[in-house]
């Protein structure tokens, strides 16, 4: 049976569902998570994602140091600032696909081609994959067996969503498939591991208990 990714608004933690915000707002702001899903290109997709997970890094940084200063005072490039996540208590396969988005960046960003490559999008699943939150929810999401739903307005007004799945899509879908699942897991994780040290974070608004995502039953795989 494959796995649905219903919101990229939402986290499953151990008390049930959490609408995102908090201080995890400003990496989830809704226009630039809906650039990253529309806008079709490899190199514009690639630095949209780049960005979002840069936030994430400046965020466990801030929190994980107690010291939000420090992001403030001189220019950081993204190796230094997942350098300072790490030192200060990144889990180690967060940074692994952390630090392959910056692989992936810096590769296309320099390459003569404009296309992302199998093997760039091949490993980044193979690395989200391997996260392991400790919420059974989040941990069987698989990447390859993925189908990701998307819902927006459309510039008439109505509600409409599209649905994609890992196999049949682009290797542009593909990374920002492994994208969602690599960011739901970050909240996850950060949550848990910030709890750990001690350190209040705020993830967004708690659903009620018997909150359950919207289902897309009309895709057909």
Known sequence: ???????????????????????FEKAFRYERILKLV???????????LHLVIENILDLWVSKATQHPEILAHGRFSFAHKLALAEGSGLPKDLAKAYGHINKIRNQIAHA?????????????????????????????????ELHLGVGG????????????????????????????ILLT?????????????????TVGEAMPSDYEPPQFKDFEP
């Not at 529309?38 to 949209?48: C, P, S």
């Not at 007004?157 to 542009?172: D, H, M, W």
């Open 1 to 23: 049976m494959s796995n649905w990714l219903q919101r990229i608004d939402m986290v499953n933690t151990r008390r049930g569902y959490t609408a995102i915000g908090g201080d």
């Open 38 to 48: 529309n806008v079709n290109d490899d190199i514009a997709t690639v630095l949209r």
């Open 112 to 144: 003569k081609t404009e296309e992302l490559s199998d093997s760039q999008v091949e490993s980044m699943a193979s690395l989200t994959d391997n996260i392991r939150t400790k919420i059974k929810e989040n941990d069987s999401l698989k990447v390859k």
């Open 153 to 180: 307005t459309s510039p008439s007004g109505e509600n409409v969503t599209q649905q994609v799945e890992y196999i049949a899509s682009s290797n542009r879908i593909k990374l920002i498939i492994a994208g969602c």
């Open 185 to 201: 897991k970050s909240v996850a994780l950060f949550t848990s591991e910030l709890s750990k040290m001690g350190v209040p974070l």
